[in-house]
C-alpha cells in the first residue's frame, strides 16, 4: 500500500527545516519516526505536499538531566525510555510508558518528540508530560518558544504547535526528594491502544504526607487529559484507602470517554476510576522507596 | 511477475524520485526510487529480496521486520529513501558461506513454523533480541518478539526455536557460530 505522492526533504540543520517548513505553509509534515504518520498516508486520512524529514539533524536525540530539568531531544527513540538508567531510576512513569508504546519494533523507530506532537488521544506519552508538569519547546521562524504539555493539546490531531514549528525538545522539572511516579495502561493486547491509562507524578513529604501531584489519563477523551481535580485533591493526603477511592472518583469525573470497540463508556470511566486507585496507589509506594 | 515501483500508475504531477545509496546484505544498491516507495517494496520489487513479507501492511504484525543498522524496523512503516547511507540486512542475508545463522537452525530444528509466513520477520526480530540479550528467560523472549504475529503455532516452538539458537551462540568456539 503506497501513501500517496510527496516531495521528500532531508535538511541537515534545524534552520533549514524551519525554513522549508514555512516555505509549505502547512502543507508539510515534519516525518520523525513516521511510525503514526506512514501509517495514516497510506490510509490517506493524511496527505502532506511534502514530508520534511529530521532524521539527518544532528543533536535532536539525547536525554540529560541537570540541576533543575530532565531534557529529551525530540528524535529520542521511545525504546530509549526503558534503556535509559536516569529514566529508569528517577522518573519510572517514562520507562513504565516506554515498554507499553506499540510494540519493540515500532519503539526502535517512533519517537519521542513524534508520540507527545502527534496529538493522537491514545498516544501514551502526552498523559506522562501533563502529569510530569513537562514543557516542549517548539522552534520556528520567530525563534524558540515554550508550551505547558497541559496547554498544548486543543482536539484530536489539533495541538499549540505551529505548522512551521518544530518541537525540538520535551523539558520535565527535575525529580525532587520525594518524588514517585507511575503509569498504567490497560491494553487488549500488545501494540494496542489504551483502552485507559493513567499517569501519576506526585512528592511525598514529611509523614508520609503528599505535597503535590500530577495524574494525566490517556485516550478517554478527545485528547490526553490533565485530571486537575483528582491532582489537587491528593494534596496533604496520605493515600489512605479512602484518599484512593475518592482520587480515583475524581479522575473519573474528568474523563470524557467515547464508545469504540475496547467498551463503552461506563466500562471505560469504571476503568479510570479502578486505574488510578492502583496507580496512585504504586507512585505513593516508590516514593517511599518501592518498585 | 512482481511490479516494480516505475510500472505502478503515479498519481497526476511531477513523479518525485530520489537516488539513494544503500548497503543490504553487504552489497551497496545505488537506485532511484519514487520518494512514496516503503522499504518493504524496494526490497521486495527492486532488489527482489522476496524473503521480507508484507503481512499487515499497517505496522502491528511484524512479517516485513528487516534490520536498520543492526535494529529491527517494520518495512511496511519505512520509506526507502529514509535509509539512504544506511545498512539493511534481511533473511536472505542471514547465512553465510551456505551455512544457516543458528537462529535459522533453531526454527529448522525445533519446527518453530508452521505456515512459514511470519518467519523471516519472526527471525529478523530473533537475531536483533539475541544481540542485545545472548542469554534471554522464556519472559524476555516473549516480550522481544510481542511485535511479530504468527497465527499458527501459539510461539512454543518459537520460543524453543530462540531457546536453541542461544544456546548455540552461547557454546559456539570464539570466532563464530
Given at each position: ?291 | ?18 537516488t539513494i545509496h544503500v548497503t543490504v546484505n553487504g552489497v551497496l544498491h545505488k537506485s532511484?526510487v ?5 522499504l518493504?517494496?524496494y526490497l521486495?520489487?527492486r532488489l527482489?529480496l ?16 528487516v534490520l536498520v543498522d543492526g535494529v529491527?524496523v517494520?518495512s511496511?512503516?519505512?520509506?526507502a529513501v529514509q535509509v539512504h547511507g544506511r545498512s539493511v540486512q534481511t533473511?536472505e542475508g ?84
Amino acid at each position: 500500500m503506497y501513501p500517496p505522492n510527496f516531495e521528500y526533504y532531508a535538511p541537515t540543520t534545524l534552520q533549514e527545516a524551519i525554513g522549508l517548513l514555512d516555505q509549505h505553509q502547512g502543507e508539510a509534515k515534519v516525518l520523525a519516526g513516521g511510525q503514526s504518520l506512514l501509517g495514516m498516508m497510506k490510509l490517506r486520512l493524511a496527505q502532506p505536499a511534502a514530508l520534511i524529514d529530521i532524521n539527518r539533524i544532528p543533536d535532536l536525540a539525547y536525554i540529560r538531566e541537570d540541576s533543575s530539568t530532565l531534557a529529551i531531544g525530540a528524535l529520542t527513540r521511545t525504546a530509549e525510555l526503558g534503556r535509559s538508567d536516569v529514566i529508569r531510576s528517577r522518573y519510572p512513569i517514562l520507562s513504565d510508558a516506554g515498554a507499553e508504546i506499540a510494540d519493540p519494533t515500532v519503539r526502535n523507530w517512533g519517537t519521542v518528540g513524534g508520540n507527545v506532537s502527534h496529538g493522537d488521544p491514545g498516544n501514551d506519552l502526552p498523559a506522562c508530560m501533563m502529569a510530569l508538569g513537562a514543557e516542549y519547546r517548539a522552534e520556528g521562524p520567530k525563534g524558540p518558544r515554550s508550551i505547558p504539555a497541559r496547554q498544548f493539546y486543543q482536539d484530536s490531531f489539533v495541538t499549540a504547535l505551529q505548522p512551521n514549528e518544530v518541537l525540538t525538545e520535551v523539558r520535565i522539572p527535575r525529580a525532587s526528594p520525594g518524588t514517585g511516579s507511575a503509569y498504567s495502561k490497560m491494553e487488549r493486547k500488545v501494540g494496542d491502544f489504551a483502552t485507559a491509562a493513567v499517569a501519576v507524578r506526585l512528592v511525598v513529604g514529611a509523614g508520609g504526607v503528599v505535597e503535590r501531584a500530577g495524574i494525566g489519563l490517556t485516550n478517554v477523551g478527545p485528547t490526553a487529559i490533565y485530571a486537575s481535580a483528582a491532582s489537587e485533591f491528593l494534596a496533604g493526603k496520605t493515600g489512605t484507602d479512602a484518599d484512593l477511592k475518592r482520587v480515583g472518583e475524581l479522575a473519573a469525573e474528568a474523563s470524557r470517554p467515547f464508545p469504540d470497540n475496547r467498551g463503552p463508556v461506563e466500562f471505560k470511566r469504571e476503568m479510570v476510576r479502578v486505574w488510578t486507585r492502583r496507580t496512585v496507589a504504586r507512585a505513593i509506594a516508590r516514593a517511599k522507596g518501592g518498585r | 511477475m512482481a511490479i516494480d515501483a516505475e510500472d505502478v500508475v503515479s498519481p497526476p504531477g511531477p513523479v518525485l524520485t530520489r537516488t539513494i545509496h544503500v548497503t543490504v546484505n553487504g552489497v551497496l544498491h545505488k537506485s532511484t526510487v519514487q520518494n512514496r516507495m516503503l522499504l518493504v517494496h524496494y526490497l521486495r520489487e527492486r532488489l527482489r529480496l522476496t524473503g521480507t513479507h508484507v503481512g499487515c501492511d499497517t505496522a502491528h504484525c511484524g512479517a516485513c521486520t528487516v534490520l536498520v543498522d543492526g535494529v529491527p524496523v517494520k518495512s511496511c512503516n519505512l520509506l526507502a529513501v529514509q535509509v539512504h547511507g544506511r545498512s539493511v540486512q534481511t533473511v536472505e542475508g542471514l547465512e553465510s558461506g551456505g551455512k544457516l545463522h543458528p537462529v535459522q537452525e533453531g526454527f529448522t530444528n525445533e519446527h518453530g513454523l508452521q505456515c512459514g509466513y511470519c518467519t523471516p520477520g519472526m527471525m529478523m526480530a530473533s537475531v536483533a533480541l539475541l544481540a542485545s540479550n545472548p542469554n534471554p528467560t522464556e519472559d524476555e523472549i516473549r516480550r522481544g518478539i510481542s511485535g511479530n504475529l504468527c497465527r499458527c503455532t501459539g510461539y512454543v516452538n518459537i520460543v524453543k526455536a530462540i531457546q536453541y539458537a542461544s544456546t548455540k551462540m552461547r557454546d559456539a568456539p570464539k570466532g563464530g557460530p
